[in-house]
């Protein structure tokens, strides 16, 4: 079990941290800021720093057999460290930076484009929603539009928590078709735009969505009968 430290403050770039174990597959840490590959969100990647000095790149960040186990991947080559040796562990902020704002754009879309989403993921500057549309509705230039505005009103995000029982009696909160959320530990956190979006979600978010910046809508694909990819980028 690892404290996820990033679930209840995105911005953190470091802690100090205790291995607590480490095999073929990568590093387990007392306490992390690494963000575990999960909910179509990159693990990240980053350093962890001995006292020595030496440090061990993390080329990525991947979830155990439990969702609080979480694997720092280390690069090829690297030495397995023993448990009990003491480190800071550092992401590489810049990318996260980028993770987070693109992921938070993703929720503007799912309230901009009605329909259920079949799938998503998000990348280093880029994104993607698949929803579940008929025909060829959606208009490009629109829903850039409709996207940069929500950015620039500067709307706040943030997590709150809910019981599964009322998640349960709320089922309109899930808006994936082809993802649910984790359940068995009584609660689940959800992800609020004030006023915009409101849905479950684990991943890394910024505080507010004028920290996105203006985004383009970089392509709409067809990808089935009633299945519509919509393709964002940051503009900067």
């Keep these: 079990m690892t404290e996820l430290l990033f679930r209840d403050d995105g911005y953190l770039r470091s802690c100090n941290a205790r291995v607590i174990a480490a095999d073929e597959r990568g590093i387990m840490l007392d306490r992390t800021v690494f963000y575990a590959m999960g909910g179509g969100q990159p693990g990240d990647t980053g350093s962890l720093r001995l006292r020595s000095g030496r440090e061990i790149a993390i080329v990525d960040t991947i979830k155990g057999a439990s969702a609080d186990e979480v694997i720092h991947v280390p690069a090829a080559g690297s030495t397995l460290l023993e448990p009990g040796t003491e480190l800071v562990a550092e992401i590489d902020w810049e ?10 754009c993703l929720h503007l879309l799912c309230a901009v484009v009605p329909g259920a989403v079949t799938g998503g993921q998000v990348a280093d500057g880029r994104g993607r929603l698949d929803f ?12 850039a539009s409709r996207l940069n505005a929500l950015i620039a009103a500067a709307h706040p995000v943030g997590p709150r928590w809910i019981t599964e029982e009322e998640l349960a009696a709320q089922p309109e909160l899930v808006r994936t078709m082809s993802v649910k959320p984790p359940v068995g530990s009584g609660r689940v956190r959800l992800m609020e735009i004030a006023g915009v979006d409101l849905q ?25 009968r009633q299945n519509r990819r919509v393709i964002l980028a940051l503009a900067e």
């Design 95 to 104: 990318r996260r930076h980028r993770l987070m704002r693109m992921h938070t």
């Design 132 to 143: 579940d549309i008929p025909g060829s509705s959606l208009d490009k230039e629109a829903i």
């Design 200 to 224: 479950p979600c684990g991943g890394t978010h910024i505080r507010n969505t004028a920290e996105i910046g203006p985004v383009v809508v970089a392509k709409i694909e067809n990808k089935g």
